[in-house]
């Protein structure tokens, strides 16, 4: 995936959790409409790359049984010095803080959301991404 250096910071996003963010890929409008805005994410770790890793959470619609497995793609700005150490984070609770950005699947017209960190020296990778505790509920439903 082509991560841009730079995608335009265009203020924080309302209330935004897994299913708006991969409903938000669907449509050119809503494309536009989220591009650039930050939002925060909660879910649990998966990955072994400095510079990418997933968060996932598991929807259900009446029990655990019918779980589904949601996944947001989180990159760290390739531009940046800072990366996250995958070792201190795997398989625990995170909030994640970073800028929606939409890629499209090479050969096709579909579109996958990501966030982007765009770590600073007043925001470090250790602000934008922070261990908290399991939610009390950590399924969606």
Wanted: include cysteine.
């Amino acid at each position: 995936l082509d991560v841009p250096a730079s995608v335009a910071s265009t203020g924080r996003a309302w209330n935004v959790g897994f299913v708006e963010l991969q409903e938000a890929s669907l449509t050119p409008e809503s494309r536009d409409a989220y591009e650039g805005k930050t939002v925060t994410l909660t879910g649990q770790y998966d990955g072994r790359d400095p510079k990418r890793f997933t968060l996932v959470r598991y929807k259900i619609a009446c029990c655990a049984a019918d779980a589904v497995k949601l996944n947001a793609v989180i990159m760290v700005n390739d531009k940046s010095p800072e990366t996250v150490d995958p070792d201190r984070y795997r398989n625990k609770w995170v909030e994640v803080t970073g800028r929606i950005h939409f890629f499209q699947k090479p050969g096709t017209n579909e579109f996958v959301t990501g966030l982007i960190l765009y770590p600073t020296k007043d925001e470090p990778i250790s602000q934008l991404v922070k261990i908290i505790p399991r939610p009390a509920s950590p399924w969606l439903n």
